[in-house]
């Protein structure tokens, strides 16, 4: 694999990619636009204020979108953006990557610990 160097604005870019949830909304939004309550329900783990962070971080580094889609009472709906729907191969190929190599990371981990703990 040939060697990428990142200046400060690309790596503080993939900071904000790969930061807690990211990866998790784009995949979300990739299905569907939601509404801020379904992608809570998507991610019960997230709080209010983390997805609020990160919705405003995607959509400033124009990956999402926000729209009122009914102003009584006000919906906003949450989507992907044709920037962010760019990303649905790489978010794809990373969240499989996760669930089919999460055994052997495990297994790595507690090989680790063992020997960490033996010093």
């Known amino acids: 694999m040939p060697e ?6 690309g790596r503080n870019l993939l900071d904000q ?7 998790l909304v784009l995949a979300a939004l990739c299905d569907r636009p939601r509404r ?3 992608l809570r329900q998507h991610m019960p783990a997230v709080t ?10 995607l959509e400033r580094n124009g990956m999402v979108e926000r729209a009122v889609v009914s102003t009584e009472p006000v919906a906003i709906e949450y989507r992907i953006t044709p920037l962010g729907r760019t990303l649905r191969s790489p978010v794809h190929a990373m969240l499989e990557w996760a669930v089919d190599h999460l055994d052997a990371v ?14």
Do not use: I, Q
């Not at 990428?4 to 604005?9: A, F, I, Q, S, Y």
């Not at 209010?48 to 971080?57: E, G, I, V, W």
């Open 17 to 23: 990619l790969f930061d807690k949830w990211s990866l």
């Open 48 to 57: 209010p204020k983390s997805l609020t962070t990160c919705l405003r971080r």
């Open 36 to 38: 801020f309550n379904e």
């Open 4 to 9: 990428v160097e990142l200046n400060g604005d």
């Open 106 to 119: 495990e297994t790595a981990r507690c090989h680790y610990d063992e020997r960490r703990v033996d010093k």
